[in-house]
């Protein structure tokens, strides 16, 4: 939406614009590190404010200090955030992430790690595709990790958010091919 628009403005001009009026995301916008943040609220119901940066140092080496963290905020009781999780257990089992998650003989690629996860997709213009995403986190029982993947498709691709997401947490929980949640 422009800005110069009138926010409160609620007509839609075509079925794209009514589906956003509809489902509340008018106007927003997200992105991985904001996706990644929510699936890490997954774990207690508590949002975190996200942070790349472990250590800061001069040129001398002497170590910076680091501007200190807000306090998490309790967005979720456990119990929801847990009821979440065990609903999202359902993409990656019998939804749309399941082939990612499985091997073709049906056998779960990370058991006994089960994933929480979630998918999406759109098309969108810059760049030109179709945006795929995928938020999870891992072990679904208590999570130790969030991860989310976004992957624009041309017109040719290969692999899917979701099976980007399922390499991923293999790489984390199946170090030497035999996977463990406390691999993490």
């Known amino acids: 939406r422009d800005q110069e628009e009138d926010p409160e403005d609620d007509t839609a001009e075509d079925?794209?614009?009514?589906?956003?009026?509809?489902?509340?995301?008018?106007?927003l916008r997200i992105t991985p590190l904001h996706a990644v943040q929510l699936a890490a609220t997954l774990?207690?119901?508590m949002m975190r404010e996200p942070y790349w940066i472990a250590k800061v140092t001069n040129a001398q080496g002497k170590?910076?200090?680091?501007?200190?963290?807000?306090?998490?905020?309790?967005?979720?009781?456990?119990?929801?955030?847990?009821?979440l999780r065990a609903m999202m257990v359902e993409t990656t089992q019998r939804?749309?992430?399941?082939?990612?998650?499985?091997a073709r003989n049906g056998r779960m690629l990370l058991d006994p790690v089960r994933v929480a996860g979630k998918t999406?997709?759109?098309s969108?213009?810059?760049?030109t595709g179709r945006y795929e995403?995928?938020?999870?986190?891992?072990?679904?029982?208590?999570?130790?990790?969030?991860?989310?993947?976004?992957?624009?498709?041309?017109?040719?691709?290969?692999?899917?958010?979701?099976q980007m997401a399922a390499q991923?947490?293999?790489?984390?929980?199946?170090?030497?091919?035999?996977?463990?949640?406390?691999?993490?």
């Open 15 to 27: 079925r794209y614009e009514l589906g956003e009026l509809g489902s509340g995301l008018s106007g």
């Open 43 to 45: 774990s207690d119901g």
């Open 120 to 122: 999406g997709s759109l």
């Open 95 to 102: 939804g749309t992430a399941r082939r990612a998650f499985h």
């Open 168 to 184: 991923v947490l293999s790489e984390i929980f199946c170090p030497r091919g035999v996977c463990d949640a406390k691999a993490a």
């Open 63 to 83: 170590m910076l200090s680091l501007p200190p963290l807000q306090a998490p905020k309790q967005v979720l009781s456990e119990d929801e955030a847990a009821r």
């Open 133 to 162: 995403w995928f938020i999870g986190v891992a072990p679904a029982e208590a999570p130790t990790i969030a991860v989310a993947v976004v992957v624009v498709q041309g017109e040719v691709w290969h692999r899917s958010a979701s």
């Open 124 to 127: 969108g213009t810059n760049p």
